[in-house]
């Protein structure tokens, strides 16, 4: 089992920037791919970004690339989401997501293993 709890969201300008935070615990965090997806009011859990066990690959979606970074820090069983120019469009409930597989875990939200309960993110236009 793991367990992933995310955190960093909340109220911010178009423009602005947030850090989102997913701490994970239980079996070795270094085992898994980990990956954000968003889900908007009325719409579907889509994938944002993705990044692979050791952190060497990363994939992003096109909505995203260019101001979002996905880094994570297997010492502290961590995964981040940097979020930059940050639109209202971009406004959504994150939420981390573990795969244990080799490589990344996918775009495919069925795919994955484990999620956390979700962070609020809202930008303001």
Wanted: hydrophobic residues 35%; proline residues 2%.
């Amino acid at each position: 089992q793991v367990q992933l709890v995310e955190s960093g969201g909340g109220l911010v300008q178009a423009g602005g920037s947030l850090r989102l935070s997913c701490a994970a615990s239980g079996r070795t965090f270094s085992g898994y791919a980990m990956s954000w997806f968003r889900q908007a009011p009325g719409k579907e859990r889509e994938f944002v970004a993705a990044i692979s066990r050791s952190g060497g690959s990363t994939v992003y979606a096109d909505s995203v690339k260019g101001r979002f970074t996905i880094s994570r820090d297997n010492a502290k069983t961590t995964v981040y989401l940097q979020m930059n120019s940050l639109k209202p469009e971009d406004t959504a409930v994150y939420y981390c997501a573990a795969r244990q597989v080799a490589g990344w875990g996918g775009t495919r939200l069925y795919d994955y293993d484990y999620w956390g309960q979700g962070t609020q993110v809202t930008v303001s236009s």
